[in-house]
């Protein structure tokens, strides 16, 4: 969002993609100091004040018909896709 990246950049953090062989940009933004693909976590101290533990917590209505509500890290998705979770 554009509120965490006023929060990293004035914490001193950069957000840049990663540099490929040939030099141009390869990839998903990453945060440096620490070269991470988020801005939220636990443990991850090379990344300085920039990273920080405090989730982001949102809140949405949850219509009466949903049975499921599934909660995963992020690292869940890749190895398992979406259509084979709601099977």
């Known amino acids: 969002s554009d ?3 006023q929060r990293v ?18 990839g998903p933004l990453r ?5 991470l693909m988020m ?6 101290a090379d990344a300085g004040r920039v990273v920080i533990p405090d989730p982001a917590v949102h809140f949405y209505p949850r219509p009466p018909a949903d049975v499921m509500l599934l909660i995963a890290s992020d690292g869940v998705w890749d190895f398992v896709d979406l259509g084979r979770v709601a099977r």
Request: charged fraction near 15%.
């Open 39 to 44: 801005t939220r976590s636990l443990g991850d």
């Open 3 to 5: 509120e965490e990246r």
């Open 9 to 26: 950049l004035h914490c001193g953090g950069i957000l840049s993609q990663a540099t490929g062989q040939s030099g141009q940009a390869v």
């Open 31 to 35: 945060l440096y100091p620490g070269g």
